[in-house]
């Protein structure tokens, strides 16, 4: 497909010194999300962006001097009508004018419907290939590094007696005798290097079984085995009435490990050829698209048409082909029996893991598409009003988790907003006090001549004003329960020697009392100052900070999370929804700039942001321009993080910033072939790195 196929066609452009109003009207008024800028001699001088306006505000279009100018993308790429999709992807930028042969203006593309073109494209691939290792005549099973099977076709069905439903998911060993796959996860060995293959029967077919091990990054992942029913092959060696010679030609076949592909329709017209057939015959499948299986017949490349052979049977054929591979033909059938497609299988073992790298090159491409246009839809957990998918969280959650199966008293440290009273709560109704009460204080909300009262009560008559029976403080209320002091840090210096008496003595004297009360309380304190500092100042008592500080449990800021952004968003719209029985859609573009802002409020500031946008976006969509501008400021200056925690040997610092590097550059990009491009080094020295990184302890 051509960039002309799906440009938006234009007939207008702007000229320089058009003012901004016009702009915005002309795009408004042919709907189009920008318009290039033309000087009089024809020359393409920049791009005004719908974006670029509503990102501007109001007050560029009540500028009357403001031209087009003032906000132009003056660095723009002109793309030619007949330029291919893949070109327009790999260009910087959003919005491409875009220009016939003569270099005119005819028209304008939106890179947004690029990605939708190509992942379309990338799924009818991955379709594809997996109605070709379907359709071809050998069984193929492959395992992870834990011997579960990952892969499993049809004609594996048949030789296995075993249904897809019940093979995957589940243990090799579970489906069929291992035949020694397992041993390719230990030792990566390849067969033609150390074993040779294996040949078994089941009822009256015979297989030949040819295995290796699955690398990625230089690592083994997994191992495959590909079953060939040699059982036609048997009666082809007894018509050439020499089974030694035969025996040689199979030994040629598996020692290849892979297959060439070519899918025909019954005339025998050639409508896909993959790489491994094009390596395989020498003869480029450009050239062979659209021709007949006869005139490849008559090139010399094959000695015969397997596709005359496969209609004149009626079933799959296998036929000898210059030595050096075996080719199989299958029919492909409809629902009435009538054949629609030849599915042609040349074998050639050496080509099979190229294969399958293409295969995993594929589902990784649909990923990634998927992933651009979904922006990354992550995987909610949700955990005592927790959503979270960061392993910081994960980690934290599980600290928080053995600290409730004791009594000792837990400090909980974060910024405004973190979520510190849920991961009190959290080990309240995970402990053994979980069904007494969870009583809150907020020491900065009382005021400081009511703190004693409030929290230790007071008896009849203590002062004028007060209840005529008393009342219980917050330590009474939370006998045998939980007391969470947040915003401990705001209590004054006069106070704090009183509460540190009562969580050391476990008892309370209320305010006009003469007798104390005994209390069983576990204390949970929080806040967001750094108590350490204000120990050194005088303004916190030392002997109340070793006091609470027992277990420290430190709740990371949602910028150094960023894992737990989107299952957030997810979460709470989810909640707004229902609250208020709207529903909205999220613009991808959203999720990229709430993953690139800095979240100072952290999940407060997203909780309250996801409501105000439910509730204040007109349309059904929430997009970029219903943002506030300032989540948008200094995301050009955010970078990863590399640092070295302390003092060290100058060899092991240097080790761990390469690992951080590694470990940053392969999340970034996906795999640790384009990280090496990054990081401008080639892959066999990075694979070096990981492997040299991973002995010494380091994770990548």
Known sequence: MLVKDIMTPLEISLSPRDPVVKAW???????????????????????????????????????????????MRDRVCVL??????????????????????????????????????????????LLQVDTILDSVNNGIIAINNQGIISLYNRAAEKMTRRPKSYAMGR?????????????????????????????????????????????????IVG??????????VEQISQELKSVKQLNTKLELIIESSYDGILLTDPEGTILKANRAHERITGVPSSEILGKNMADLVTAGVYSRSIVDAVMREGKPVTMVEKKHFLITGSPVRDHDGKVLRIVVNIRDLTELNNLREQLEQTKELSERYQDELTQLRGKLFNQEGLVFHSPKMRELLQVASRLAAVDSTVLILGESGVGKEIIARTIHSQSKRKDGPFITVNCGAIPENLLESELFGYERGAFTGANREGKAGMFELAHNGTLFLDEIGELPPGFQVKLLRVIQE??????????????????LAATNRCLETMVKEGRFREDLYFRINVVPLKIWPLRERKEDIIPLVH???????????????????????????????????????IERLMVTTPGSEITVSDLPSYVFENLGQQQPEVYVKGIMPLKKAVMQLESQLISNAIKEFGSANKAARVLKVDQSTLTRKISRLREHGLAI
């Open 506 to 523: 476990r008892e309370v004297l209320r305010v006009g009392g003469s007798k104390p009360r005994p209390v069983n309380v576990r204390i």
């Open 171 to 219: 243990h090799l060993s579970e489906v069929i005798n291992p035949q020694g796959l397992l041993d390719y996860l230990k030792d990566g060995q390849s067969q033609s290097e150390c074993k040779p293959p294996i040949t078994y029967t089941s009822g009256n077919r015979t297989y030949l079984t040819n295995r290796s091990s699955i690398y990625e990054n230089g690592q």
């Open 80 to 125: 030619r009508e007949d330029s291919s999709l893949v070109d327009a992807w790999a260009l910087h930028g959003k919005v491409f004018p875009v220009v016939d042969k003569d270099g005119r203006l005819i028209g304008l593309l939106d890179k947004y419907r690029v990605v939708v073109e190509l992942f379309n494209k990338a799924n009818w691939i």
């Open 223 to 232: 191992a495959v085995a590909i079953f060939q029913d040699i059982s036609e």
């Open 571 to 609: 979460a709470f719209k989810q909640r707004y929804e229902n609250k208020y029985g709207i529903q909205k859609k999220i613009d991808p573009r959203v999720y990229e700039a709430f993953l690139n802002y800095h979240w100072p409020g952290n999940v407060r500031e997203l909780d309250n942001m």
């Open 25 to 71: 009207r002309l795009i408004r008024k042919h709907g189009t999300v920008g318009l290039p800028v033309v000087e009089p001699d024809g020359q393409i001088v920049g791009v005004v962006t719908r974006d670029d306006i509503i990102e501007s505000g109001p007050e560029i279009l009540a500028r009357p001097g403001a031209a087009v100018t003032s906000l």
